[in-house]
């Protein structure tokens, strides 16, 4: 098995409700589960390959919960990526030369049957934590934008946080509401208008999350 580590950000947007049922153990509010995901990679190594400053993107869809299987997904590499990077991100991002069911990786690729050929296009990504603020371009494919959710009331930004300290994706992420136009590629479906959308910092290895180191 190949040792491998990232570090990196991601920015999601699915279509289920602010919060995402997923991350509660409950069934899509909407039946089936559909996501874009923006991945900047700041460092990183697969084996003896260096990855840094890459950027990548995903389309997934299942027909019902993830955990139910039949889905599909497609990866996005962008060009910047050299040949022996891109076919590492696959790797990782299918879920090889990891444990089972050790990230969300393993349980996208585990779960989606079907693979289409990974795309390269130019992918152009913001995000910014602070202000739940985040957009990005993935060229040909997918537009996607994220703002902090709205409070009920006031409409003011409402801050949420989800702490996952057994989870196979992050440790926290902020909440926001995303929406999503999809151009092209193979994995298609309608717009996601202001639903759920989160952005989290990744430490992930092939045994998992890598979690904070506890202060005395």
């Given at each position: ?83 022996a990077?891109?076919?590492a ?6 879920g ?15 779960m989606?049957p ?14 910014d934590f ?7 371009t ?26 996952l300290?057994?989870?196979f994706?992050?440790?926290e ?30 430490h992930?290895?092939?045994k ?6 506890a202060?005395?």
């Amino acid at each position: 098995m190949t040792n491998w580590e990232i570090r990196g950000r991601e920015l999601v947007n699915c279509n289920c409700d602010f919060g995402c049922p997923c991350q509660f153990g409950n069934l899509p509010n909407t039946g089936n589960c559909e996501a874009v995901v923006v991945y900047q990679i700041d460092s990183g190594h697969y084996g003896d390959t260096k990855l840094e400053n890459l950027r990548v993107a995903a389309v997934y869809h299942w027909p019902k919960a993830i955990h139910e299987g039949n889905g599909q997904m497609q990866l996005i590499i962008d060009p910047s990526a050299s040949k022996a990077q891109q076919t590492a991100i696959e790797a990782i991002m299918t879920g090889k030369d990891t444990d089972e069911m050790a990230t969300m990786w393993f349980v996208y690729g585990a779960m989606s049957p079907t693979k289409h050929p990974t795309l390269i296009a130019a992918i152009d990504v913001e995000m910014d934590f602070d202000n739940r603020v985040g957009r990005a371009t993935v060229e040909g494919v997918f537009d996607v934008n994220l703002k902090p959710v709205p409070n009920i009331v006031s409409g003011l930004p409402h801050r949420v946080l989800i702490k996952l300290p057994n989870g196979f994706e992050f440790n926290e992420a902020e909440m926001a509401s995303g929406s999503s136009v999809i151009k092209g590629g193979a994995v298609n479906f309608g717009p996601l208008n202001e639903s759920h959308g989160h952005f989290a910092h990744l430490h992930l290895t092939g045994k998992g999350v890598v979690r904070p180191q506890a202060t005395a």
